[in-house]
């Protein structure tokens, strides 16, 4: 992953446990720079893909606020992310011979 990408998920995780809410301003590109120790062509990437995705959207003068549903849309992101995540685990499992790990952790 890179810089931006790391970013971006944090932002998204923040959103997912409610730190911020559908309407609420986010951090501006200068304070994404210090919070995240980036460049500002970093910020302004992290702000387009969020945009992009329909998560956040930019007031002219005023800045990025969290779009409503985001959180809705990031769950859905999310949780098709760790289904197949936990598919290839499980496939990788079969190949290997190694079904139990996959048993055993599922216990815990």
Do not use: H
Request: a positive charge; aromatic letters at 8%; glycine letters at 4%.
């Amino acid at each position: 992953m890179n810089i931006a990408e790391v970013i971006q998920m944090q932002l998204e995780v923040a959103i997912l446990q409610d730190k911020w809410e559908s309407g609420d301003k986010i951090c501006s590109m200068s304070d994404m720079t210090q919070i995240y120790s980036c460049s500002l062509s970093t910020a302004k990437k992290v702000l387009g893909l969020l945009e992009k995705q329909n998560i956040v959207y930019f007031r002219v003068g005023k800045g990025y606020y969290i779009k409503p549903f985001a959180k809705e849309k990031l769950k859905v992101k999310y949780e098709e992310k760790i289904k197949k995540q936990i598919e290839e685990v499980i496939e990788l499992a079969k190949i290997c011979n190694m079904m139990e790990i996959v048993r055993d952790s599922i216990r815990l």
